[in-house]
């Protein structure tokens, strides 16, 4: 036999040629979801598979759940910067995370929107930071400047959140309801903004104070696994195409 075929058989220690051409079989790895952890930053600063929902939608609730509590002035409480933590490391740099978790699990809705809201809370966070300088920028401006840019801020983000109400048709009642609340709750922020209406701002707080609870029970419902959990919450799973 000559050493070629010795080589191609493998045989006298010699490694096989065709064996060597074969491409290596990397084992696969299941990832978590990164779901929950993002709710729980939005309702103190919000969502392919709904197993990747969790960690987003907690983050989302919980900066959601704070700043909305501040906007009903809850204890007298009118000025906000308490929540800039929250709004850049829970509800931003935890929502943005799970937003590229979600990319890597295949799940482009739920990377759309915890990247974007992640995006959305630092932006926020970072007009309340003194060092910014952005409110600073209008000191010497009309009373009402800042106001109307921060309502063209807001009306843009009602603008993101409708379209993705609108993606989140078909997927479940929850994150139907989520999306809904988030769209009105930016609809009247934008408008008391516009208006230096107090009374729609409280207004605001409250549907975002309703937002964030829906955000938790969504979060929580994807982190009851029905293997490892003792009871499971509805979400009122929509039907999927079949054409």
């Given amino acids: 036999m000559s050493h070629l075929e010795k080589a191609e058989n ?14 290596l079989r990397v084992p696969s790895r299941r990832l978590g979801n990164p779901g929950p952890l993002c709710v729980l930053s939005t309702i103190t600063t919000l969502i392919g598979t709904n197993v990747y929902l969790r960690s987003g939608l907690f983050s989302f609730a919980s900066t959601t759940l704070i700043l909305s509590l501040y ?24 929502q943005l995370l799970a937003g590229m978790w979600e ?16 995006g959305f809370w630092m932006s926020f966070a970072t007009i309340y930071i003194p060092g910014s300088n952005i409110t600073a920028a209008y000191a010497n401006g009309p009373s009402a400047e800042l106001d109307s840019a921060l309502g063209i801020y ?32 930016f609809m009247l922020l934008a408008i008391s903004k516009f208006m230096d209406n107090a009374a729609v701002n409280k207004a605001g707080g409250g549907f ?23 009871l499971v919450l509805p979400l009122g799973v929509i039907a999927k195409r079949i054409d």
């Fill in 10 to 23: 493998g045989s006298e220690g010699v490694p096989s040629l065709v064996n060597a051409q074969q491409p």
């Fill in 208 to 230: 975002g104070v309703v937002t964030a609870l829906i955000a938790y029970y969504v979060g929580l419902a994807e982190l009851l696994v029905r293997d490892e959990s003792w």
């Fill in 154 to 185: 807001l009306i843009t983000w009602f603008a993101i959140t409708f379209l993705l109400l609108i993606a989140s048709l078909r997927r479940n009642m929850g994150l139907i309801a989520l999306f809904f609340f988030l769209t009105i709750t």
């Fill in 103 to 118: 990319f890597a699990c295949g799940n482009t809705f739920g990377a759309t929107a915890f990247s974007s809201y992640g």
């Fill in 71 to 94: 906007n009903t002035g809850v204890r007298g409480i009118d000025t906000p910067n308490v929540v800039v933590g929250m709004a850049l490391f829970v509800g931003g740099l935890v």
